[in-house]
């Protein structure tokens, strides 16, 4: 069965994430696994850590059949402090994991598909999985892509779930779902500036986020004394 990941730093999930994961799940009939992104090394995280936004995580798939967390980049990054995750490093190890004729997939937006050719070893990556694309507000995928991204792309494109399930890596399926105008910046800015946020995340995750005063940034200071 084809095993499907779902990679972020979901600073924090929204709802975008959980409709394309729902999505994924409904469309190719297999659990999702949202696999949160470490803290780099070195650098104070820009949000949450990575310890409150998988717990977030935990909050927002509760009651979701079919969807579930993965936190071994978390648990790498505590082996490995020096180390920088990449989505390289984390196929090889799924690779490990389950040999090399298990189907594997990862779940992307539109924004990550076009900016691929900047991941490390991006070529390698198509050796090791498929991908799962969401569409999404201002990234086109209809339009001409960049000529290298293009070239890859071009024979690997499906739109058959089940040919997913015939082959280890390799191909790009689109999800046919609507778009999803949600994004983790915009929500943390949101919240930064005393604007309406709830609505952008399960209300679990905003109980949370609002408990641990996560996000308020410059807002969160005493002000002017
Ligand atoms: P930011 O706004 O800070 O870039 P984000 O909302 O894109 O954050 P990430 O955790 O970076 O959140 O996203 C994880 C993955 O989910 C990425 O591949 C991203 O493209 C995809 N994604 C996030 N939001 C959406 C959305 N609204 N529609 C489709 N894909 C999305």
New binding site residues.
């Given amino acids: 069965m084809l095993q499907l990941f779902y990679g972020?730093?979901?600073?924090p999930i929204?709802n975008?994430?959980l409709a394309?994961a729902r999505a994924a799940r409904d469309e190719l009939s297999v659990p999702v696994r949202l696999m949160p992104a470490a803290d780099p090394p070195h650098r104070a995280p820009p949000g949450a850590s990575a310890v409150q936004r998988a717990r977030l995580l935990d909050l927002a798939v509760q009651d979701e059949a079919g969807l579930r967390v993965d936190r071994r980049e978390l648990l790498r990054a505590e082996r490995l402090p020096e180390a920088r995750s990449y989505t390289i490093d984390t196929l090889r190890e799924l690779r490990a994991e389950s040999g090399d004729a298990v189907p594997l997939a990862l779940l992307?937006?539109?924004?990550?598909l076009l900016g691929l050719p900047t991941w490390r070893e991006w070529r390698t990556l198509f050796g090791l999985t498929h991908f799962i694309v969401?569409d999404?507000p201002g990234s086109p995928l209809d339009v001409d892509l960049p000529g290298e991204l293009a070239d890859v792309l071009a024979s690997r494109w499906t739109s058959s779930p089940e040919v997913l399930g015939d082959v280890p890596a390799g191909l790009v399926y689109r999800l046919s779902h609507p778009l999803?105008?949600?994004?983790?910046?915009?929500i943390r800015r949101r919240i930064a500036a005393g604007q309406a946020w709830r609505h952008l995340v399960p209300a679990r995750v905003a109980e949370a986020i609002a408990d641990e005063r996560l996000y308020l940034g410059q807002a969160a200071g005493p002000g002017p004394l």
């Fill in positions: 972020g730093t979901f600073d929204h975008g994430h394309i992307i937006g539109a924004d990550s969401a999404r999803q105008p949600e994004s983790a910046t915009e």
